[in-house]
């Protein structure tokens, strides 16, 4: 069955970088994109970009343009987020989820438990 | 940028109530729309894509319908454990800026 296992809660200081991962199982890695949305505490869900798994190209969300980076590793089925300069509304937990056509009705089929980040001085 | 405006923000319901959940988009984004339930804790969950087409293993009781502007998500008879919050989400910017709705918390009355 398919899953995304996702790396554990961290905690930062202001101005450091956290690195979050999303280990795939369950179906082949490189047919479907990768997609990151994350959810600050009593907010909604907010789209960060996504990464293609086959061919690395990634699109971020303007609002984390140059603050993010996404890769992903074939070799083990895992995708990376990164986010630097970490602010304490970065707080939030951090999701990746499977894409599905992304080039036409994009959505996202599966999802992991998600990775809380608490930026706190 | 399209912009997506959910109503209710949030309602109280019964069991068995019929739930109906509006998205409203601007500008027209034909059917490039989906839905998602989301329970705290939990990851969320795709229920309904490009509009009304109900993603594999949703209960029928789950139900979209619209397009252009206007989409609405409806729980026929709604049960325990649908209280959850509901998102719209639109695809016609794909591969870029996939926005999500502000949220829906359905609760029980």
């Known amino acids: 069955q398919v899953q995304l296992v996702q790396s554990g809660a961290e905690v930062k200081k202001p101005g450091a970088s956290v690195k979050v991962s999303c280990q795939a199982s369950?179906?082949?890695?490189?047919?479907?994109?990768i997609t990151w949305v994350r959810q600050a505490p009593g907010q909604g869900l907010e789209w960060m970009g996504w990464?293609?798994?086959?061919?690395?190209?990634?699109i971020y969300a303007q609002k984390f343009q140059g603050r993010v980076t996404m890769t992903s590793d074939t070799s083990t089925s895992t995708a990376y987020m990164e986010l630097r300069s970490l602010k304490s509304d970065d707080t939030a937990i951090y999701y990746c989820?499977?894409?599905?056509?992304?080039?036409?009705?994009?959505?996202?089929?599966?999802w992991g438990l998600g990775s809380l980040v608490t930026v706190s001085s | 940028d399209i912009q997506l405006t959910q109503s209710p923000s949030s309602l109280s319901a019964s069991v068995g109530d019929r739930v109906t959940i509006t998205c409203r988009a601007s500008?027209?984004?034909?059917?490039?729309l989906n839905w998602y339930q989301h329970k705290p804790g939990k990851a969320p969950r795709l229920l309904i894509y490009?509009?009304?087409s109900l993603q594999s293993g949703v209960p029928s009781r789950f139900s979209g319908s619209g397009s252009g502007t206007e989409f609405t998500l409806t729980i026929s008879s709604l049960q325990p454990e649908d209280f959850a919050t509901y998102y719209c989400?639109?695809?016609?910017?794909?591969?870029?800026?996939?926005?999500f709705g502000g949220g829906t918390k359905v609760e029980i009355k």
């Open positions: 989820a499977r894409v599905v056509d992304m080039t036409t009705i994009a959505r996202f089929d599966y």
């Open positions: 369950g179906y082949s890695f490189t047919s479907f994109g």
């Open positions: 990464i293609s798994t086959s061919n690395g190209i990634t």
């Open positions: 500008p027209n984004i034909n059917n490039y």
């Open positions: 490009a509009a009304s």
């Open positions: 989400q639109q695809s016609y910017s794909t591969p870029r800026a996939l926005t």
